[in-house]
Each structure stands twice: as structure tokens, then as C-alpha cells.
Nanobody, 124 residues
Framework: QVQLVESGGGEAQAGGSLRLSCAAS????????MGWFRQAPGKERQFVAAITWSGVSTRYDDSVKGRFTISKDNPKNTVNLQMNSLKPEDTAVYYC?????????????????WGQGTQVTVSS
């Protein structure tokens, strides 16, 4: 099993920044990729960004490309999501996820483990 704990959510003004972190523990040697997803009220869970456990390969949804940066802190087994130029439409609960497989990185059901989620609220 892999345990994921998110931190860093909160409130920001439009144009501001927030940084999310996801600490992984347990059988981290089994992880192939980590991802961030978000879910706004009444909407489906949406892919935000993903990074391989090695930290070499990243992918972003078009809606956040150029504004968000995903990175991995290898010694700490932590994946970070730096969110800049925030928009009100970025408001959602953000979830960290981990997968042992190398399937489609933007599909939620490809991920095996999930964190509890952290709220991000951006006001205009």
C-alpha cells in the first residue's frame, strides 16, 4: 500500500500563487507515476498534471500549462504543484494520486492510490 497526504491548500486572490505538496509513504518503490487531479462542485474529477516517479517526464492539462509546475523532491518522496497566475476557475478540491502502471496518465481510474484532498479557493 501507498499512503498519500496532501498539504498546502488554501485561499488566494486571482493572479496569486499557492503551492501544494503530496507526501508519499509505504511501498513507494511500486509507484510509476504521481498525478494531481481536481474536482469542483458538480463536476467530474479533472486531470491537472502528472510526473513519473523518476521525475523525468511531466504532463499538464492545457488549462494549467504555463501556470502550474509539477516537481518531485526525491529525498522526501514528495510531489509538489506550484500554482501561479491563479484564476477563479482553478477553485476545486485538489487530489494527489499514485499509480503503479504506465497507462494513460490523465485518466483517474488508472490511479491506484489517492490522498484525502485539499481545498483551493481563488477569489476574483
Amino acid at each position: 500500500q501507498v499512503q498519500l497526504v496532501e498539504s498546502g491548500g488554501g485561499e488566494a486572490q486571482a493572479g496569486g500563487s499557492l503551492r501544494l505538496s503530496c507526501a508519499a509513504s509505504g511501498r513507494t518503490y511500486s509507484i510509476y507515476r504521481m498525478g494531481w487531479f481536481r474536482q469542483a462542485p458538480g463536476k467530474e474529477r479533472q486531470f491537472v498534471a502528472a510526473i513519473t516517479w523518476s521525475g523525468v517526464s511531466t504532463r499538464y492539462d492545457d488549462s494549467v500549462k504555463g501556470r502550474f509546475t509539477i516537481s518531485k523532491d526525491n529525498p522526501k518522496n514528495t510531489v509538489n504543484l506550484q500554482m501561479n497566475s491563479l484564476k477563479p476557475e482553478d477553485t476545486a478540491v485538489y487530489y494527489c494520486a499514485a499509480t503503479r502502471g504506465n497507462g494513460l496518465e490523465n485518466v483517474p481510474n488508472r490511479y491506484d492510490f489517492w490522498g484525502q484532498g485539499t481545498q483551493v479557493t481563488v477569489s476574483s
